[in-house]
Each structure stands twice: as structure tokens, then as C-alpha cells.
């Protein structure tokens, strides 16, 4: 008998982390119907869109094209986001200008490959969720400063002319480009910006059969027409020849500028990919659960990250633009019903044929008509859903403070202002704190409202000490932090005012009573605002504001009174406070977590089957919220055998929903220490009375001759057997419903495929522990061992599971 360690030279199926797609079985190349006509959508899509780009940055045309194809071939290969497609983006138009035209084009595209290993180093650093921590108002306000940067100077080219270097030179120079408009780019580029608006708004039948045509290939292809057919004077695209296109150089330039160009054009498309990795990660879901099909695997940034910088590392060195991931192109590619990362592939495979056939037909394009097709992009890139967020969130400083760094000063001034505006309001919402003292019936109450903090103690000392001597004082706590300075103050003035003859009671919102604890404030048995005052269980979930019942004072019936010998209608009244102290407190908290998961539907990785008993708090014990586990409980943890005469359907129905609907990547089986179910399986006979409980304990008569045999060793717990027959049976009970489980057709084929594991848990109650079952998935059977689970060392905040704690081990 060994301990179940893990084995680097076994050939065993690894477990798969939440953001990881299933290893499945090798298969031939095939590509999927879906994924070829996405494919064609998008490539409709990003051929003009790459040309517009290039030509707003001052770039070679092939640039785009070469960006475009790279993207979709090199970053749709290796990146963590199967349905994302990258190549050049609008975000990076302003960056790249300033770089094209400050060191010159061979010297970006240098640039641009020591930006795509910086993005390998930091994928390797694994540091991609990091960048997911950047205020949501610093990033929409660096776009839409980008936008409004990108719109101010393609009004230039729309209007005939030529943009200038600055925003503020193009926005001063409109007034003599209006003097000076060419008729002739104007009719070109309104004719542009009509057919981008209608186009998506066509009614009727027809106008949903001609939507299907992408609305910038119709815009600019109609634009080119008639721009042919009239002879109309304007300057078009002109695309050199191959063989001439300039490859990057050796950097020339003074070393912090290129540093700082490395480093901007490393953050723009490092964030601007991922958040949009993110975003294809809910249309994915959103997809999935209004057409009732399987989701797609969940984006691995880390690994987006990477496949981000090898695409930016091969377009640089092919001369191309910078590359990110593109939203208005995964958002096409995610619509148009793509399943796998093979229609972005074959979407830059399009991309280079186009570029090596369609020559004559591209010079075609006026210029005009791609300006004003990047023009109404950069506009849109301002969104009025962003801003009514932000707003609503009251962010509007620090979103409008980055849009005019970025319009005024640059990218990196700009996030670096919005950085420093979102430190400064927080730091104000947690320095504000209201203090009001008001006499009510000759009791003084003082409310404190916001975080307490030592910035507040002077105003709280001045309104404490201004409450005469032996008054009758209550304070109410209304904020969810306090810290050592305000609670020395609060402490010392309560004794000192105790002294005096006063008396003073402290409450929370609601005005349930917390009581001192040697240090802390918690609350009182009789409030019902656990976890929200000051000092609360810093254990405390906000979606699991549990406290003990017993913690606080003796009802009044004495010593011998317990809540169990409630009067009828206590039972009610408790469960009613409950669900009062859950709207009042939780349910602020978890609304926008649980209106998402409302919108795209439940997606766990884990299905968690355990007992039925109280003691037993899965969330609780797994470090877990909403959305994470699917948890089956019933009586003794048992899972029938599939087949068996009278078996029971739900616990196979919620196996055959989870394996093969919900699709989770592991089983786990929790038993616990005094299960009532395994002690009525050793005290029962078989003369017992026929009763539902009896009939459902049969499924676990297997577990009864497990441990009776002499086949199987007696099961142990981290390196002790067990304490009496009732603990040996529940720790056999748990390896025994593990092999029922392999029973299950949908769970054998999902273990033969390495896409599922099982586990085996057991949770000591009365030492609050957890063990975790040892065992050789390559032979399909168990060491029969339980393993002590230490405190995780890293973080387990919500959303870690039970497989987290386990590695933490």
C-alpha cells in the first residue's frame, strides 16, 4: 500500500484548470462547416477594416494585410482563445502613427517584434489576470480617447486633406480644411458612412437576407463603384509591389523612446487582447444558452497572452502592424456560429490569398472610403453603454481624466492620469465618513456611516466627547472595515464613559447589537448582521454570511434552554430573519455575480456529491460561490449502481446532466465523520422494517462488504487507521461510491477520453479538516488512504474549489 503521490512518468490524464479546454483524443484534421463560412464573414470583415488601419497610421497597406494574416494564422493557432480573432486594431492606430512617424517604419516594426517577447515574458510570468485587475473606466477611457484621437484625424482624409501629427493640431486645423474640401472625397466618404449606419437597420425579410453581407464590405465596395463608374478624381489605393515591401531594421533612436514604445505598444495590445478574450468568453456562454448547445472552452489568458506576442514577434519581423486580439471581428466570427479556432486560421489564410490575387481589384479602393470606414470606428470606440457604467458606478472622474490624457498627451500619460485619479477616489470613499449625533428620547445615537478609518478619528472623537456624562449612548456602525486607531479611540471612550455612570450600546444598520470580543466588535447573537460590522467572522463569504447561532448570549429561558426547544413559530420567525438579512446585506453583494450567471447560464467545473447532513456546508469547506459546484446531496453520500432493480434516477439523472450537459471536469465524493446513515448500516438487521430510509441504505450494503473483505485493506486517515467502525465505514463508503461511479457509461467514456477525474473527500466535523483520498487513476482503483489537506498557502478566495486546495496540498 503507498500514498497516492503524483507520478511524472505515468502516462495519467492531467486535471484540467477552469480556464483550460479538455484534452481530447488525437483525430485528424477536419474543419467544420460552421467554422468555414465564419471564416469567409470575417475575412469580408477585416480585408477593408486592415487597409483603413494601416492607412490611419502612415503605414505600408501591406502592413494591414500582413497583420491581418499573421493574427489570424499565428495568434488563432497558439492563442488560449479559440474563438477570439486578432490582427490590427483600431486601439493601436495612434501609438503606431506616433512611432511610424518619430523613428520611421523600419524601426516600429522592430519595436513591434521586442514587444512580442516582452508579452512572452509575461506570459510566462503568468501574469495575464493582472491586467484584468485595471479599472474598467481607465481602459474605456483609453479607448475612447484613442477613438476620438483615430476620428479627429480620418476627418482630415475624409474631407480631402491630410491629418497632422497631434489631435489638438487636427482638431484646430478643421476649420481651413472646411474651407479647402474636396467634393469629390466627400460624396466618397458620405456614401461610406450612409451605408455603414442603414445597412445594419434594413428591414423586412430582404434586409435580413442582405444583412448577411458584412455592412464595411458593402460600404466600401459600393463606394468603390460608384467612385469608378463616375470617374471621380480621388486618390486611391495604391499597393507597391512585394518584392519592395520594407522588413524591420535594427532600432535607431534614443533608448528610453523605444523602450517607452515597446512598453506602450506591450500594454495597449496585452490589455486590449485579453479584455476582449474575455468578452468572447460571454458571448460564447450567451450563444451556448439561447441555442441550448455545449459551450466552448473557457479562454486560457496566460496562453492568449503568449500566442499574442509569437503573432506581434512574426509581424513585426514580416513587416506588418502590431496585432491584438480584434473585438469587432470575434464578436462576426462568434455570430456567425464558429465552433474552433479553424475559421480564425482560415479567415487569415483568405487574408493572404487575397493579398497576392486581388491586387488590381484593391487599388481600386479610394482612400477616402477607407478613412471614413476607420472613422466611424474610432467614433464608435466612445460607447455609450461604456460611459452609462461607468457613470453608474461613479467612475466619470477617472473615465474622462484618461480620455483627455490620451487626446492631450499621450497613451501612457493618459492611463498613467487615470491610474492616479481611481487611487485618489478610492482613497476618498475610504477616507469619507459621515459622523451625525442626534438625542432621541433622551438617548443620545450617534451614527457612523463609511469606512472608519484614523483619517475619521478626529471628527469621532470631537462628536463622542461632546455626549454628556452618564448618558444613555447608542452607536451605529454602518461600514465594513475599522481600523486599529478608530477602534482604540472607540474603545478607550466607552470605557472611560462606562466610568462615568454612562451607558453605551453598540449596534449595526440594522440595529442588531455587536458585542466586544477582546479586541474585535462582532455581532450579538439576537442581530442579524453577521459578517457586516465591523470585526465580523473575517471567514465570511459575502454570499455565505454564516454565524453561529450559539455565539452570543443564553436565551432568557436559562442556562438549560437550547434553540431547539422553540416555541412554535420561533422555527419560522428565524428562517424569515435569515432571508431578511439576505436581501438586506448579501444580496446587494452577489446581484451582479448572480444576474451573469443568469445571463449565461451555469457552467461549474466540479460535481460535488455529499451527505445530506446539516454540519455538512459545501461552500463552506471548498472556498466556493455561486456558479462553481453542481452539488448533489443526499442521505450517506451513495451513488446507486446504474441498472439496479428500483434504483433511484435523480442521482443518475444529476450525473448524466452533469457529465454530459454541463460537460464539468471532475466528480467528487464527500463523506464526514458521526454520518447517521453508516451508523444505521451497521445497526441495522435484516429483520428491520422495510422503511424508505431502509430501502435507500441498501446502496450502501456494497460499502458494508467492502469493509468485511479481506480483499481490501482497512481504509486510513493520513497515516492512522480509523477511529472506530462508524469512521471506517464512512471512509470505505466514499471509495465505494467512487467505483459505482465508473459504473456509469457517461462516466467511464469521459474517464477512457482523460477530460474527467474523480475524487474522493472526507471532512472530519469535529476537527473541522478535510482529508483527501490517495489513489492511481491509471489502474482505476484507490489506495484507500486519506491524506491530511493543509491550509492553502496561496490565495483561496471565492471560486476556488476543492481541486484547488488539494494542489494547495
Known amino acids: 500500500m503507498t500514498l497516492c503521490t503524483p507520478d511524472r512518468t505515468t502516462n495519467r490524464p492531467r486535471i484540467q484548470r477552469p480556464h483550460s479546454p479538455p484534452d481530447g483524443p488525437r483525430r485528424r484534421f477536419r474543419i467544420a462547416g460552421a467554422d468555414l463560412s465564419a471564416s469567409v464573414a470575417v475575412f469580408l470583415i477585416a480585408l477593408p477594416l486592415s487597409l483603413g488601419i494601416a492607412l490611419a497610421t502612415g503605414a505600408p497597406l501591406q502592413a494591414g494585410l500582413v497583420a491581418a494574416a499573421v493574427g489570424g494564422i499565428v495568434a488563432g493557432r497558439l492563442g488560449g482563445s479559440p474563438l477570439q480573432v486578432s490582427g490590427p486594431a483600431a486601439g493601436l492606430t495612434v501609438v503606431t502613427a506616433e512611432l511610424i512617424q518619430r523613428y520611421g517604419w523600419r524601426t516600429t516594426c522592430a519595436i513591434t517584434v521586442l514587444a512580442g517577447l516582452a508579452q512572452l515574458g509575461l506570459a510566462a510570468l503568468r501574469v495575464a489576470r493582472s491586467a484584468l485587475a485595471v479599472s474598467p473606466a481607465i481602459v474605456h477611457g483609453m479607448l475612447a480617447g484613442i477613438g476620438v484621437t483615430i476620428a479627429l484625424a480620418q476627418l482630415h482624409i475624409v474631407l480631402g486633406g491630410s491629418p497632422q501629427s497631434s489631435a489638438v493640431d487636427n482638431a484646430l486645423g478643421l476649420p481651413a480644411q472646411l474651407a479647402h474640401t474636396s467634393p469629390a472625397a466627400l460624396l466618397v466618404s458620405a456614401l461610406t458612412v450612409g451605408l455603414l449606419m442603414l445597412w445594419p437597420r434594413l428591414p423586412g425579410r430582404t434586409g435580413r437576407l442582405l444583412r448577411t453581407a458584412p455592412a464595411a464590405l458593402v460600404a466600401v465596395a459600393a463606394a468603390t463603384a460608384v467612385a469608378a463608374l463616375a470617374g471621380l478624381g480621388v486618390p486611391r489605393v495604391d499597393l507597391p509591389s512585394w518584392s519592395s515591401h520594407a522588413l524591420p531594421g535594427l532600432p535607431e533612436g534614443p533608448f528610453l523612446g523605444i523602450a517607452a514604445g515597446v512598453l506602450t505598444i506591450t500594454l495597449v495590445t496585452s490589455v486590449q487582447s485579453l479584455l476582449s478574450a474575455v468578452a468572447v468568453d460571454k458571448l460564447v456562454a450567451k450563444r451556448a444558452a439561447d441555442t441550448g448547445t455545449a459551450a466552448a472552452p473557457r479562454s486560457r489568458l496566460d496562453r492568449e497572452l503568449a500566442g499574442q506576442g509569437a503573432a506581434n514577434m512574426v509581424s513585426g519581423a514580416l513587416g506588418g502592424l502590431p496585432v491584438a486580439g480584434v473585438a469587432v471581428r470575434s464578436v462576426a466570427n462568434v455570430s456567425a456560429g464558429a465552433v474552433s479556432r479553424n475559421s480564425s486560421i482560415l479567415h487569415g489564410v483568405w487574408i493572404v490569398l487575397a493579398a497576392l490575387l486581388l491586387v488590381p481589384v484593391l487599388d481600386l479602393i479610394p482612400l477616402s472610403a477607407l478613412a471614413a470606414l476607420v472613422m466611424v470606428v474610432g467614433i464608435q470606440m466612445v460607447s455609450i453603454t461604456h460611459i452609462r457604467t461607468v457613470t453608474r458606478h461613479r467612475e466619470v472622474l477617472v473615465y474622462v481624466v484618461t480620455l483627455a490624457g490620451v487626446v492631450f498627451v499621450g497613451i501612457l500619460e493618459g492611463v498613467a492620469l487615470g491610474i492616479a485619479v481611481a487611487v485618489a477616489v478610492a482613497l476618498n470613499r475610504l477616507a469619507r465618513t459621515r459622523i451625525t449625533r442626534e438625542e432621541r428620547d433622551g438617548r443620545h445615537l450617534v451614527r457612523i456611516r463609511g469606512q472608519l478609518t484614523f483619517l ?26 475599522m481600523d486599529h486607531a478608530a477602534y482604540e479611540t472607540l474603545h478607550d471612550w466607552q470605557a472611560a464613559h462606562l466610568a462615568r455612570g454612562g451607558a453605551v450600546e453598540t449596534t449595526g444598520p440594522s440595529g442588531g447589537r455587536l458585542t466586544d470580543t477582546g479586541g474585535a466588535v462582532r455581532p450579538d447573537a439576537s442581530g442579524d448582521d453577521a459578517g457586516s460590522g465591523p470585526g465580523g467572522h473575517s471567514c465570511c463569504r459575502p454570499w455565505t454570511p454564516w454565524r453561529n447561532h450559539q ?31 439576505f436581501q438586506r446585506d448579501t444580496a446587494p453583494l452577489v446581484r451582479d455575480e448572480l444576474a451573469r450567471l443568469a445571463r449565461e447560464g451555469q457552467r461549474p467545473s466540479q460535481l460535488f456529491l455529499t451527505c445530506s447532513d446539516s454540519r455538512l456546508v459545501t461552500s463552506m469547506i471548498t472556498s466556493s460561490g455561486p456558479g462553481d459546484l453542481f452539488t448533489v446531496r443526499n442521505v450517506g453520500n451513495l451513488v446507486p449502481l446504474p441498472g439496479e432493480e428500483s434504483g433511484d434516477d435523480s442521482v443518475a439523472a444529476a450525473i448524466e446532466y452533469a457529465v ?33 430510509l431502509r430501502r435507500w441504505l441498501r446502496h450502501g450494503r456494497p460499502s458494508l462488504a467492502r469493509m468485511a473483505s479481506r480483499r481490501h485493506a482497512w481504509a486510513r486517515i493520513s497515516g492512522r487507521l480509523p477511529a472506530d467502525a462508524v469512521e471506517q465505514l464512512c471512509l470505505t463508503n466514499v471509495v465505494q461510491q467512487l467505483e459505482h461511479l465508473r459504473a456509469y457509461e457517461s462516466v467511464a467514456r469521459r474517464l477512457a477520453e482523460g477530460t474527467l477525474t474523480l475524487h474522493g473527500m472526507y471532512f472530519h466535523v469535529g476537527e473541522a479538516q478535510a482529508y483527501l483520498l490517495a489513489g492511481t487513476d491509471e489502474v482505476h482503483s484507490y489506495d484507500d488512504v486519506f491524506n491530511h489537506v493543509p491550509p492553502a498557502s496561496g490565495r483561496t478566495g471565492p471560486g476556488a474549489e476543492a481541486l484547488e486546495i488539494a494542489r494547495a496540498s
Open 456 to 481: 475619521a478619528v478626529p471628527r469621532l472623537s470631537r462628536a463622542l466627547h461632546q455626549i454628556p456624562a452618564g448618558a444613555d449612548v447608542v452607536v451605529e456602525l454602518d461600514g465594513s472595515f
Open 551 to 581: 455565539c452570543g448570549e443564553q436565551p432568557d429561558g436559562g442556562p438549560d434552554e437550547t434553540p431547539g426547544a422553540d416555541e412554535p413559530g420561533t422555527t419560522g420567525h428565524r428562517l424569515a430573519s435569515g432571508i431578511g438579512a
Open 660 to 692: 454530459e450537459v454541463l460537460r464539468v471536469e471532475s466528480i467528487t465524493v464527500c463523506g464526514h465523520s458521526g454520518c447517521g446513515a453508516m451508523q444505521a448500516l451497521l445497526n441495522g438487521g435484516p429483520d428491520a422494517p422495510p422503511t424508505p
